[in-house]
């Protein structure tokens, strides 16, 4: 790829992820179309990995799929739990500062999981328990990820009404109409809201912070009585979201933000 000083890392890892995106083994020739390398180059690379665990050839079908060196990396990252690690420190900061709680989550499928939650003093406990996982449609956090997501993508997490299906019977959403209309409010606002659909009496305000290629990784959530927070509250709220998502969306990309506070 042109400007990259190791095309060859570059290109593995491209393979790497493609792998990851596909729902089974692939052909090496479906890798180099849809990734635009030659096949030869394509065929050296999946060599490498092969040997080195990353990459399973299944060859009676001439198939390439991801390798147990793969899983492994999968579960060193859920070891290591570097996004509640990065993000533990700027939602401590954040109640401090707003005196709600906050919570941060991402997506695994169709489902937010909380990761990380800071509770604000005296106030009411919510569902949002550190590996909690809760419908994304349903939640301030998914919507605000689903909005940065493309639309294929959402498409394809949400193909018709039984996709919505779930415990909460409150939500005002429960068609791909319903749902993207309300993403394209999320989108035009910049941040998303839930009122009452997770818990009655509560409403949300979230944030999305986004990763290197400008992907929607985590939300950054603050929960608060609905009824008690009127919109100049609600404004400030969203003020603060904005400063700590922007300073997350800094340090998952390895830059040293300005300022965490």
């Known amino acids: 790829m042109a400007g990259t000083k190791v095309p060859a890392a570059q290109n593995t890892l491209r393979i790497l992820r493609f792998l990851a995106s596909r729902r089974g083994p692939v052909s090496a020739s479906s890798i180099a179309t849809a990734l635009e390398l030659p096949r030869s180059s394509v065929y050296h690379l999946l060599t490498v990995m092969t040997e080195q665990g990353f990459v399973v050839h299944l060859p009676e079908e001439r198939l390439y799929g991801l390798g147990i060196a793969a899983f492994e990396l999968s579960s060193a990252y859920t070891r290591q739990d570097p996004m509640a690690r990065l993000g533990e420190p700027l939602l401590r900061s954040l109640v401090d500062t707003v005196g709600e709680n906050a919570h941060l989550a991402v997506m ?103 990763d290197h290629r400008g992907l929607p990784v985590a939300a950054v959530t603050l929960t608060f009585l609905g009824h008690r927070t009127d919109e100049d509250r609600r404004a400030e709220l969203v003020a603060q979201l904005r400063r700590t998502a922007d300073t997350l969306t800094r340090r998952l990309h390895g830059a040293a933000p300005a300022t965490d506070h």
């Open 108 to 210: 695994h499928g169709r489902d937010v999981v909380y990761v990380v939650e800071e509770r604000a003093p005296y106030k009411p406990s919510l569902v949002t328990n550190v590996g909690v996982r809760v419908p994304a449609h349903l939640t301030a956090s998914g919507r605000s990820m689903l909005a940065d997501l493309p639309a294929a993508q959402v498409r394809a997490l949400y193909p018709d009404r039984a996709s919505f299906a779930s415990r909460w019977e409150s939500t005002v959403i429960t068609t791909p109409t319903q749902l993207r209309a309300e993403l394209e409010r999320t989108r035009a606002r910049g941040w998303a809201v839930e009122e009452g659909d997770v818990t009655p009496n509560f409403a949300s305000v979230a944030v999305a912070a986004h």
